[in-house]
């Protein structure tokens, strides 16, 4: 069936903020007449929700890197089929906290699982549902840290547990696919003040939905 509506997801480092900026811009776009879906990964969805629980449980420090892509891979399949397709059928626009890059700079480089076997699992589960546009909130991994540890209500999950370096390699992970897919990533400076960055990214959002 023809995908009818617009898919937009935001990427970035731990501590970047995306969560936040991504209901706000949500909010804007329905003020603005728009029906708009917002969901995150892992998750989303009930069967999803369990996968995140268990990739991201602190006393799951024993988890194998493959076993940690799998798991995301399978969790975005169902949260694609039964949630994501049926909204862009609908002809909604879709706001997603992460999707397919997430795995590629994570597990695809920071594990050292290769991007292009990582691609390669995340290709069978999601077919050619790619993103519109992918928003990189640009943050350094010291600073996102940094905002982690002094922000009490933000969930503290396996992954913020890793080294500092895993982190560094994140980052470096996100820009090989900033150089990689420069038509559809777009990057904005997520280090600045809360408010400035949700106006930036509605000014990026606004413009892709014009030109639809």
């Known amino acids: 069936m023809l995908k009818k509506g617009v898919f937009i997801t935001f990427e970035?480092?731990?501590?970047?903020?995306?969560?936040?900026?991504?209901e706000e811009v949500a909010n804007k776009l329905r003020l603005d007449g728009h029906d708009v879906l917002t969901t995150r990964e892992p998750g989303g969805i009930r069967i999803a929700e369990k996968i995140r629980a268990i990739i991201l449980d602190n006393t799951h420090q024993e988890m194998d890197g493959r076993t940690e892509a799998l798991l995301y891979a399978a969790a975005r399949r169902q949260h694609l089929v039964e949630k994501i397709v049926p909204a862009l059928t609908e002809g909604k626009v879709v706001l997603c906290d992460r999707f397919v890059d997430s795995s590629l700079a994570y597990q695809g480089y920071a594990r050292g699982l290769g991007m292009d076997d990582v691609l390669s699992i995340n290709r069978f589960a999601i077919g050619d549902t790619m993103p519109d546009l992918t928003i990189f909130f640009n943050i350094s991994p010291e600073e996102g840290l940094e905002r982690i540890s002094r922000n009490d209500e933000r969930e503290q999950n396996r992954l913020d547990q890793e080294s500092i370096h895993f982190h560094t390699m994140v980052y470096e992970g996100y820009q090989r696919l900033l150089k990689q897919y420069p038509d559809r990533i777009t990057t904005i400076d997520a280090s600045c003040e809360i408010?400035?960055?949700?106006e930036?990214?509605?000014k990026i959002v606004s413009s892709q939905l014009i030109s639809e």
Request: charged content about 15%.
């Open 195 to 198: 408010k400035t960055v949700t």
């Open 12 to 22: 970035g480092p731990e501590g970047a903020g995306k969560t936040t900026v991504l």
């Open 200 to 202: 930036n990214v509605w």
